[in-house]
């Protein structure tokens, strides 16, 4: 699929099996996760548009540089998981603003229920970046694209640890339009909906719950 991308980098799919392994503390899974949406904002920003800017160098040579073009950039987690991919992507783009969107599950519809929603008040201007570890049956994610869209957002790119094909077919059925990167495109979800391979609920390890 053109608008989906799978990195490769060596790196990241060291961090990605060190983050799936069951031994694996709740302190080192907050460190792989946020070390892993670092080195995701890295390849996820590299289509930012550049302009020329004139400065002098330590040497009191003036030169034109490059520099990004004033772009404006949002991060919005899904709560709770996308909490942890937070502050890696911070650590890339420290002036983006960020939003939250908060959803949990119909136990009867099966629908996505929204509880929480707090965007930037020019979040329609905004490239925006969607963070969740998980992508698995695709029905948060297709409610938070929506909710993103409904807020006059034309560019939403989403972000995402780990995989499933039903969750990526789901997605770009409903939302073509959106680029999705993920670090791990695993086999299938289970008859729970839990990603396999997978690494469990990223929730619970990255905060400690059960």
Do not use: W
């Not at 699929?1 to 907050?30: A, C, G």
């Not at 991919?85 to 969107?101: Q, T, W």
Request: with cysteine.
């Amino acid at each position: 699929m053109s608008n989906v991308t799978v990195f490769d980098h060596p790196l990241i799919q060291h961090k990605i099996t060190m983050l799936r392994d069951e031994n694996t503390t709740v302190k080192e899974f907050r460190e792989l996760a946020s070390e892993i949406a670092m080195l995701m904002a890295y390849e996820v920003t590299r289509d930012l548009e550049l302009e020329d800017e004139k400065i002098v160098t330590g040497t009191g040579t003036e030169m034109v540089g490059k520099k990004i073009s004033g772009k404006k950039l949002c991060i919005v987690p899904i709560l709770r998981a996308g909490l942890g991919m937070v502050d890696g992507f911070l650590s890339i783009v420290p002036n983006a603003k960020v939003g939250h969107i908060g959803l949990y599950r119909d136990p009867e519809t099966l629908e996505a229920v929204q509880y929480y929603n707090k965007l930037p008040q020019d979040v329609s201007e905004r490239t925006l970046y969607l963070l969740d570890p998980m992508l698995a049956t695709g029905v948060s994610l297709n409610a938070s694209i929506q909710i993103l869209k409904d807020a006059g957002c034309k560019n939403i790119k989403s972000v995402n640890l780990i995989a499933a094909p039903e969750g990526i077919e789901e997605v770009t059925k409903a939302h073509p339009d959106v680029n999705i990167f993920v670090a791990a495109l695993d086999s299938h979800l289970n008859e729970h909906a839990y990603i396999i391979p997978g690494l469990g609920d990223a929730g619970d390890r990255l905060f400690g719950t059960k």
